[in-house]
């Protein structure tokens, strides 16, 4: 029988901040049957060094280039033998009992693909995106393109409701958040992996939709958070964040809006079928 959970950190060049984050997962795990992956995507900043001086009996695979974020995550899902997959940002700290609340809802929530949790800044803010899992930027791109329609559970448009989820209020949402993203194994072997066509932004989103179109439901728990620093963003006037942030955006758009009959996921026309599998 396989192992309860595989936590996947995907690291480049954050090394500080990755020593937390892996300290922290060892600690909230210490009562489950897990396994923790890093996949480092060629720091120079010697990470690895710090991983092997600090900590023995996780893996780590160590990428001779960067091969970006969801290829990382992929590799490591691969890998992976937990029935729950948890993808965790390299700039988050878990909080003690915070992994051993999110399996048991999982456990007891069988139509669950994926959840997250609460997050707070290290001041103690509550952070928004822990229950939409879109930033401002997404939410404004997918109403302009009228993807917002298939996203029933974000409020996108009518931001006064008073019947929408509020910050301790457990509730079905369409997007899980990329920064703690706890998903089910099986639930992977149907929808396929992590589309690596988004090289840094976007993949969550793409996945959590995908999840819904195969049957599966998102949750938001806030019974419990993890800290989430906010530290590993790229400039945002910089080329590289512009060519991945909006490039993202344009393959979404390709993705769900142009129409190719022949090929559909549970009646939605999409230009490109799910091609990852999981192993």
């Known amino acids: 029988m396989s192992m ?28 489950i049957e897990h ?19 600090n900590f023995e009996g996780i893996t780590v695979i160590a990428n001779e280039a960067n091969l970006g974020i969801t290829h990382a995550q992929n590799q490591g899902i691969q890998q992976a033998a937990g029935e729950y ?5 390299a700039d988050t700290m878990t909080i003690k009992d915070s992994v051993e609340k ?35 930027t997404w939410g404004a791109f997918l109403k302009l393109i009228g993807f917002a329609k298939h996203l029933s559970k974000t ?23 990329g920064a703690c993203m706890l998903l089910r194994k099986s639930a992977l072997n149907e929808t396929g ?13 793409d996945l959590s939709y995908r999840l819904r179109l195969a049957g599966f439901k998102n949750y938001y728990f806030p019974k419990t958070y993890i800290i989430k620093y906010e530290s590993l ?5 910089s080329w590289e964040y512009i060519k991945y942030f909006y ?21 939605i026309p999409q230009l490109f079928p799910p091609t990852y599998e999981v192993k």
């Open 102 to 136: 999110m399996i048991s809802f999982m456990d007891e929530h069988v139509n669950a693909g994926g959840m997250t949790v609460r997050m707070l800044s290290p001041q103690g803010r509550f952070m928004p995106e822990s229950i939409h899992g879109l930033t401002s």
């Open 35 to 53: 396994e923790i992956i890093v996949v480092d995507n060629n720091s120079d900043d010697n990470s690895l060094e710090m991983l092997a001086n």
């Open 193 to 205: 992996l992590l589309d690596e066509r988004f090289f840094a932004h976007g993949a969550s989103i």
């Open 85 to 89: 997959i948890l993808l965790l940002d």
């Open 247 to 267: 490039g993202a955006m344009f393959i979404f758009a390709v993705k769900y809006l142009i129409r190719v009959p022949e090929i559909k996921v549970k009646g």
């Open 155 to 177: 409020r996108l448009y009518d931001r006064n409701r008073k019947d929408w989820v509020e910050e301790f209020q457990v509730s079905e949402i369409d997007i899980v958040n």
């Open 233 to 237: 963003n790229q400039e945002k006037f």
């Open 4 to 31: 309860k959970l595989s936590v996947i950190l995907v690291n480049h060049n954050s090394r500080i901040l990755l020593k937390q984050a892996v300290q922290s997962v060892v600690e909230a795990c210490k009562s």
